[in-house]
C-alpha cells in the first residue's frame, strides 16, 4: 500500500485545514484496516489526529476532537482531514497512516 498526502503548504490562523490522503494498493472500504492522521510539530513528538475504519467510523484525539473531521471517499480511494481554526503552533508535517505504512507527509505552515 502506498499513501500520498496533499494540501495547502500554507493556512491562515484562524482558518479550515483540509488535507487529503490518496490510498493506492488496496480499497480503504473493503479492507479491513483503520487510517489515522498524525503530525509532528518542530521540535515536539508525533501526535495522533484521529482515525477512520474501513467501515467509515471515526475516532478522535480528545483534545482536538471539537475542531476535527476525518472523512473517506470510497469512489476516489481517500482520506480527508479537515482541522478547523489554525493556530500557529499547529504548524507541522501532516502524515496519514495505514497499518504500519506513512505517507511521506505534507508540510503544513499556519502564518499570516
Known amino acids: 500500500v502506498q499513501l500520498q498526502e496533499s494540501g495547502p503548504g500554507l493556512v491562515q490562523p484562524s482558518q479550515t485545514l483540509s488535507l487529503t490522503c490518496t490510498v493506492s494498493?488496496?480499497?480503504?472500504?473493503?479492507?479491513?484496516?483503520?487510517s489515522h492522521w498524525i503530525r509532528q510539530s518542530p521540535g515536539k513528538g508525533l501526535e495522533w489526529i484521529g482515525s477512520?475504519?474501513?467501515?467509515?467510523?471515526?475516532s478522535y484525539s480528545p483534545s482536538l476532537k471539537s475542531r476535527t473531521s476525518i472523512s473517506r471517499d470510497t469512489s476516489k480511494n481517500r482520506i480527508t482531514l479537515q482541522l478547523n481554526t489554525l493556530t500557529p503552533e499547529e504548524t507541522a508535517v501532516y502524515y496519514c497512516?495505514?497499518?504500519?505504512?506513512w505517507g511521506q507527509g505534507t508540510q503544513v505552515t499556519v502564518s499570516s
Open positions: 477512520v475504519t474501513y467501515s467509515g467510523s471515526t
Open positions: 497512516s495505514r497499518r504500519g505504512c
Open positions: 494498493g488496496e480499497s480503504i472500504a473493503t479492507t479491513y484496516y483503520t
